[in-house]
T-cell receptor, first 111, second 113 residues
Framework: RKEVEQDPGPFNVPEGATVAFNCTYS??????FFWYRQDCRKEPKLLMS?????NEDGRFTAQLNRASQYISLLIRDSKLSDSATYLC????????????WGAGTKLIIKP | EAGVTQSPTHLIKTRGQQVTLRCSPI?????VYWYQQALGLGLQFLLW???????NRGNFPPRFSGRQFPNYSSELNVNALELEDSALYLC????????????FGAGTRLSVL
């Protein structure tokens, strides 16, 4: 099983809608996660960190479900500029932790 | 404050040649990571350097190698280039340790003909 798994999409969503996607992880000892955003042919950029209590930043909400080992990203009132690939990042390793990257979920917001 | 910088931005090589990519981390960051991203695919971890030492290596052949200098900048070397090495090579830096937030450079786009 892959360490971090994401639905590759694409998710085609009308502008103004709410969209949510999940990311599952296999390392139950992982303490922190991140969501990054990557625009086409650009570098990934940190969107938000996800700790045990979850995180909210404007229209974006990330939550952690330890029992089911997944994290979610919710985008409210989606904008055309939200179109991008969203990368879920967890941790792997027993002691020498290192970030492990999901393959990304592609989101397309349509007018 | 300057972010992660990579050079060159674009590179065209032919099969069998060798290439060196360079990365300067954010000031204060001692960890540098290298990733390969082929067109339309996810990030593939290549190498992680911290405090001048290689901490981990991804599932790539030995012709992919690198090093980190005392000023924490880093080089990625690829020998005997193959067509499938064509990709965006991304460098990221973080504070010491692998669990910290990584900040990326804009990447070097390598085309192997």
């Amino acid at each position: 099983r892959k360490e971090v798994e994401q639905d590759p999409g694409p998710f085609n969503v009308p502008e103004g809608a709410t969209v949510a996607f999940n990311c599952t992880y296999s390392n139950s000892a992982s303490q922190s996660f991140f969501w990054y955003r990557q625009d086409c042919r650009k570098e990934p950029k940190l969107l938000m960190s996800v700790y045990s209590s979850g995180n909210e930043d404007g229209r974006f909400t990330a939550q952690l479900n330890r029992a089911s080992q997944y994290i979610s990203l919710l985008i409210r009132d989606s904008k055309l500029s939200d179109s991008a690939t969203y990368l879920c990042v967890g941790l792997e390793g027993d002691s020498n932790y290192q970030l492990i990257w999901g393959a990304g979920t592609k989101l397309i917001i349509k007018p | 404050e300057a972010g992660v910088t990579q050079s060159p931005t674009h590179l065209i090589k032919t099969r069998g040649q060798q290439v060196t990519l360079r990365c300067s981390p954010i000031s204060g960051h001692t960890s540098v990571y290298w990733y390969q991203q082929a067109l339309g695919l996810g990030l593939q971890f290549l190498l992680w350097y911290d405090e001048g030492e290689e901490r981990n290596r991804g599932n790539f052949p030995p012709r992919f190698s690198g090093r980190q200098f005392p000023n924490y900048s880093s080089e990625l070397n690829v020998n005997a280039l193959e067509l499938e090495d064509s990709a965006l090579y991304l460098c990221a830096s973080s504070l010491s340790g692998g669990a910290n937030i990584q900040y990326f450079g804009a990447g070097t786009r390598l085309s192997v003909l």
